[in-house]
């Protein structure tokens, strides 16, 4: 997925730009973990990802507070080439050719 959003010209930030979010057994505390850390926490996630039968992941596009990002991804355009970087990239997870 990271590579697929880099095409598009947008700034990638941390090592990979993709990262696991938990919380401690208190439910308060976020612990960001950067994802070539193989470490098994434990700790819930977001429960929007938590318990699915299905492969499933959080994306954040773009950051409202990056004029560069908003620039590049904010308009009709860069939405449609934000979506097209998600389905290359659920294209490569699969093993499939996109045909975009």
Do not use: W
Request: charged content about 20%.
């Amino acid at each position: 997925m990271v590579a697929e959003i880099a095409a598009t010209g947008t700034v990638i930030r941390g090592m990979t730009a993709s990262a696991s979010l938990y919380y401690n057994d208190k439910g308060v505390k976020k612990i960001i973990k950067e994802s070539n850390d193989t470490k098994v926490y434990g700790y819930g996630t977001l429960a929007v990802l938590s318990g699915k039968e299905i492969p499933a992941v959080l994306v954040e596009q773009c950051f409202v507070n990056h004029a560069a990002d908003i620039d590049l991804l904010g308009d009709e355009d860069g939405c449609e080439r934000a979506a097209i970087a998600y389905y290359r990239a659920i294209c490569a997870y699969f093993g499939t050719e996109p045909i975009l």
